[in-house]
């Protein structure tokens, strides 16, 4: 339980700083979106860029599962998030790269699920 508790913690500080170093402009909104019930950290623009281009979608997406896992969905930013995990104490082992294919994972040092 203890190990659950820090990884939502250190998932949220991620997020934060993500959030904290993006850019949206006059209408672009940086949203962060936590759902610490099931696990969930985002951060997601929504908004047009000159008014002509829609900018909508996830930007970062961790979950911290159950099972004592750290899934790293999607990482569209150049902060190299999986890394920040790795410097804050997450081990491979309990780091899956959800964005690898499974048959993928395999060939990595991280989780596989």
């Given amino acids: 339980m203890e190990k659950l508790v820090s990884y939502k913690e250190i998932a949220k500080e991620i997020t934060d ?3 904290s170093k ?9 949203q962060p979106i936590t759902d610490e019930a099931r696990g969930h950290y985002l951060v997601f623009n929504n908004g047009w860029r000159d008014n002509q281009h829609r900018i909508y979608g996830v930007v970062v997406h961790i979950e911290v599962k159950k099972e004592g896992k ?6 569209g930013t150049d902060l190299i998030v999986g890394q920040m995990l790795l410097d804050r104490g997450v081990p ?7 964005f690898h294919a499974p048959i993928m994972r395999a060939d990595t040092e991280f989780a596989v699920q």
Avoid: A, Q, R
């Fill in 17 to 19: 700083i993500v959030y």
């Fill in 22 to 30: 993006l850019l949206g402009g006059d209408d672009v909104i940086i």
């Fill in 70 to 75: 750290i899934w790293l969905h999607h990482d």
């Fill in 92 to 98: 491979k082992t309990d780091l899956v790269l959800g």
